[in-house]
């Protein structure tokens, strides 16, 4: 289905959420994305990625209580809901599909 | 040691970004700020990462907008009869303002319909009718078009003349334009049939040619291609039918519309005075060129002055005309005349249809306050929960958004109608031919539409907009309490339309009085009884000689005629059109235009105009006999103040250099109307046909009994007298008056129109208010009847809650009226703009309308059963 095909920084974005599991929020989804995607990520378009993910209803958020870290600021955890994993493999079934056969010289 | 996080960027970030997500991202920021050891540069950029991600337009606006306009198309199919009412009187008001936005923009920007319409210019000179003469035009295009880097591609000489046609013995009087032969080739039009002017067609002594337009081809033959080599008559001489022009081609002349062209050197007139080589004033021609390629307008314009002065140098000349020459690019109206009645329509109209939306946008305003006093306490929730008054705000604009858009494009659907009929409404000017508005809807029409939804869906939405983002305060909670504040606004809404609905209705009814009016306007000369045939007397079947003779010979035959009371011939027909003459007092001094007509004997009897002083024309006043003239009472009181008239000599002519004919005045008449009944006096000369022949005249007949019942007979006695003779329209001269109010019936009718339309919406307001009064005091009328309040009670005390405020809203509306009217008066005929009858009419009719409006609600009150009304909620 097209509206659950997945944009490649969603994908990555998502993927990151899963690696970190427990301890998803913003500083090491970004750190997870530039070590091993090797891509420099901005705060904003970071979050604006989470927000849209969030609407789509493929991760929920919530807030841990303030630590004494950070300047007493809560963070915000991420977890992926299983819609945002269907999407995923419909997105990964896809690209599957696509390379079966294919041989780049 | 790690610094501290910027202080400056993380309080714009807070400031973008409130509550609980700046926290987080700010939080994520100083976490890893930290983590690698500061980076002012590195934090700031992710700072205005967020900014840039948050101005994306996609940001702003898709994922919300989406979801807002789905809730808004929720909402509204949830209330369809609040949706359809609010888009209905959206769309006639859109709709009326885009049907008369049509006529302006194909008044005022409408391109010829040829090829690229933006490279052509009319070239006109300041305060005169023409440009220049035809020997300067023939020298204007040869130094400034062609090719070769010449500023134009061609220049087009050209006028419009009103003549007559005769085809196969049919008459008409009809609209043509002469032009040179270069026409079709600038302005690139090709001929549907047959082909347009070429270079031989312009020779002196050539045989005639014309090109008919796709309406005369339609009308006299049918779209036969039969029609090619047809010999058609254009007043004293045969043309031959050569082609037919391309459909939608209706002349340089919009909204006038062409029958048919003739090259400029065929008109008879024009070969006389070109054949005098020295000739270098007459005739006149009119302008339009077609810009090289590579030029812009300036540059022309600054080629074309040049040359002009050069060849006005070059060739010296008896007047000293001194208007410059102006050039402007060829859309709309071409004629002056007509762009300046044109203007005045069309801000009258534009104004009255203005007003028409405002009522509607008012009551779209008021609907969407009364859902806000429904969906308060839903609102005030969201906001509890962390809404904020901008995304609460969202959902009213994003309603006002789906519902102008529902209105717009049933407001195109209404225009297409209303185009329909306004360009059937639109009358025939009386003498000038047929006007075509050809009224389509194309991209302007649709973007005005547009954006008068825009406007509009700004308009009604600001207000209950703030409503919805108020809804924040404890009270909002419960359902009640609507608060008095909000229904005061409404009131205002109420009042405001009332008032603005009114002004339009008085505005109407002043225009229906002032036809009324100008019926009663005494025109100084007798219309009742009478009526006109107009007929042609010409060469070859006449000379000037014969043409006497038969004139009288056909006089005394009408005159025999039983029915017949009396019997006159003039050049001109009363308020239909008049001609000019150029008259002085003495021979030195310089010679003004004064209104003239050239009538025969027995004029002032059959037209009952008193003759004050002196005689009437007689049969001696004869070619061979000292010329005389009659002129009328103002134009005494001008030329001889305080003398007697008769004997004075008057020299007529405009030349001032030929000789002129010197005519004593023989009597003085009184004052008349002769063009149009509201114009001031003016100075008027007749002259007797038998000195001055024309052969184009009027037969005007006093009949005994009805003149409208005479024109079968009439028309059997100018076939009687000569089978041949060409005779065109015959009307009762009372039709002639009426066609000359066209205007103000015209735009009295659509006055009214649109008042009424307004009036329609406005009541609807009123009624919307009033049942919303009704449903908020259900409970309050249950127990005012169950204490034992009579239903009289009830329904007094809702009708008068609507009465109240139509009160209010009349009181304003006489004063707001009092204020604009005065701008009304060019069209009034005299009749006051403070006419009380109009005022008093107006209002009586919004009391009924306002009584209806609130009758209906408060019927409904009074059917209230207090048991239930009690067990409410």
């Known amino acids: ?105 | 040691m790690p610094k501290d996080t910027p202080k400056m960027a993380e309080r714009f970030l807070r400031l973008l970004a409130p509550g609980r997500e700046g926290e987080i991202i700010a939080g994520d920021l100083r976490e890893e700020f930290e983590a690698r050891g500061g980076g002012l540069l590195w934090y700031w950029w992710q700072v205005l990462s967020c900014v840039l991600v948050r101005l994306s337009p996609y940001r702003l606006t898709a994922p919300d907008l989406r979801q807002d306009l789905h809730y808004a198309v929720r909402v509204l199919r949830r209330n369809p009869g609040y949706a359809f009412t609010a888009m209905v009187c959206l769309a006639l008001g859109i709709g009326v303002n885009s049907t008369v936005f049509t006529m302006v923009n194909e008044l005022f920007w409408q391109p010829l319909p040829v090829p690229q319409p933006d490279r052509l210019v009319m070239i006109d000179r300041t305060g005169e009718e023409s440009t220049c003469s035809y020997r300067d035009y023939l020298e204007l295009q040869r130094r400034l078009a062609g090719p070769g880097g010449k500023p134009f591609a061609g220049l087009v000489a050209w006028d419009g003349v009103g003549t007559s046609l005769d085809i196969d013995g049919d008459s008409q009087i009809v609209m043509a334009e002469a032009v040179s032969s270069n026409f079709a080739a600038v302005l690139q039009i090709p001929a549907q049939v047959g082909r347009w002017f070429t270079p031989e067609d312009e020779q002196l002594g050539s045989d005639p040619v014309t090109v008919l337009s796709d309406g005369a081809w339609t009308r006299n033959f049918g779209r036969s291609i039969s029609a090619i080599g047809k010999r058609v008559r254009i007043e004293t001489q045969w043309y031959r039918v050569v082609g037919v022009a391309p459909p939608g081609f209706v002349g340089l002349s919009p909204p006038h519309a062409m029958q048919l062209w003739i090259p400029f050197t065929a008109q008879s007139y024009v070969r006389q005075l070109l054949a005098n080589p020295g000739e270098r004033e007459r005739p006149r021609v009119k302008l339009i060129g077609r810009m090289a390629s590579a030029i812009e307008m300036g540059a022309a314009e600054a080629a074309i002055k040049s040359v002009d002065t050069e060849v006005r140098r070059e060739f010296p000349r008896i007047t000293t005309s001194t208007g410059a020459l102006i050039v402007s690019s060829a859309e709309g109206a071409s004629m002056p005349a007509a762009r300046a009645v044109a203007t005045m329509i069309a801000a009258l109209l534009l104004s009255v249809t203005g007003v028409v939306l405002l009522i509607a946008c008012v009551n779209v305003a008021n609907l969407l306050l009364s859902r806000v006093a429904v969906r308060r306490p839903e609102m005030a929730v969201r906001r509890a929960l962390g809404a904020s008054r901008w995304r609460l705000a969202r959902h009213t604009l994003a309603e006002g958004a789906v519902l102008a858009a529902g209105g717009a494009l049933l407001g195109l659907l209404v225009t297409y109608g209303a185009n329909i009929l306004l360009a059937r409404s639109v009358p025939s000017l009386p003498h000038a031919g047929k006007v075509s508005m050809v009224l389509s809807l194309n991209w302007r029409v649709a973007a005005f539409a547009a954006a008068a939804a825009l406007a509009s869906a700004l308009l009604f939405t600001l207000s209950p907009a703030i409503e919805y983002s108020r809804a924040s305060s404890a009270s909002s909670w419960k359902g009640e309490g609507a608060g008095m504040r909000r229904m005061r606004q409404r009131d205002v809404y109420v009042v405001v339309q009332v008032a603005l609905s009114l002004t339009l209705m008085i505005a109407a009814a002043l225009l229906v009085r002032a036809v009324q009016h100008a019926r009663d306007i005494e025109p100084g000369f007798a219309m009742n009884h009478r009526l006109a045939a107009r007929i042609y007397v010409s060469e070859p079947e006449y000379t000037p000689e014969t043409g006497k003779l038969f004139l009288a010979h056909l006089l005394d035959t009408v005159r025999a005629t039983p029915g017949v009371r009396s019997a006159t011939i003039s050049y001109t027909t009363p308020l239909s059109f008049s001609d000019s003459v150029c008259a002085a007092v003495d021979p030195v001094a310089r010679p003004r235009r004064a209104s003239s007509d050239t009538v025969a004997p027995g004029y002032f009897d059959t037209l009952a105009i008193p003759i004050l002083r002196g005689r009437q024309f007689a049969a001696t006043d004869q070619p061979g006999s000292p010329p005389v003239a009659i002129v009328n009472e103002t134009f005494a009181k001008h030329s001889w103040p305080n003398q007697d008239p008769l004997g004075k000599s008057l020299w007529l002519g405009c030349d001032e250099k030929a000789p002129r004919t010197v005519a004593q005045v023989a009597g003085v008449a009184k004052d008349a109307k002769y063009e149009e009944l509201d114009e001031t006096p003016r100075r008027f000369v007749y002259r007797p046909l038998a000195q001055n022949w024309v052969g184009f005249v009027a037969l005007i007949v006093e009949t005994s009994g009805s003149p409208a019942d005479f024109v079968a007979p009439l028309r059997e006695v100018l076939r009687g007298a000569d089978s041949r003779l060409r005779v065109y329209e015959i009307q009762t001269l009372e039709q002639y008056a009426s066609e000359s109010l066209w205007k103000v019936r015209w735009q009295a009718s659509l006055l009214a129109t649109f008042g009424g339309l307004a009036m329609l919406l406005a009541a609807v307001g009123l009624y919307g208010v009033v049942a919303y009064t009704v449903a908020q005091r259900t409970r309050e009328i249950g127990v005012r009847m169950a204490m034992g309040a009579k239903q009289a009670d009830v329904l007094w005390m809702v009708l008068a809650r609507g009465l109240r405020l139509t009160a209010i809203g009349i009181a304003v509306g006489w004063a707001l009226s009092a204020a604009v009217m005065r701008m009304l008066s060019v069209l009034l005929y005299g009749l006051s703009p403070l006419d009380p009858v109009a005022f008093t009419l107006a209002s009586l009719v919004w009391i009924a309308t306002a009584m209806l409006a609130s009758y209906l609600p408060a019927r409904r009150a009074m059917r209230v059963d207090p048991m239930v009304a009690l067990r409410w909620e």
Not at chain 1, 34 to 42: G, I, L, P, S
Not at chain 1, 50 to 65: C, I, T
Not at chain 1, 79 to 85: A, N, S, T
């Open chain 1, 1 to 105: 289905m097209s509206d659950q095909h997945l944009g490649e920084f969603e994908q990555i974005v998502l993927l990151a959420i899963l690696r970190l599991a427990e301890s998803a929020y913003g500083v090491p989804i970004r750190h997870e994305i530039e070590k091993r995607a090797d891509r420099k990520v901005t705060v904003g378009a970071l979050y604006s990625t989470l927000d849209r993910l969030e609407a789509k209803g493929y991760v929920s958020s919530w807030f841990a209580d303030p630590t004494g870290e950070r300047g007493g600021r809560s963070r915000r955890y991420f977890r992926v809901e299983p819609l945002g994993i269907e999407a995923l493999a419909l997105t990964k079934e896809m690209f599957d599909r696509m390379w079966k056969g294919v041989r780049l010289a």
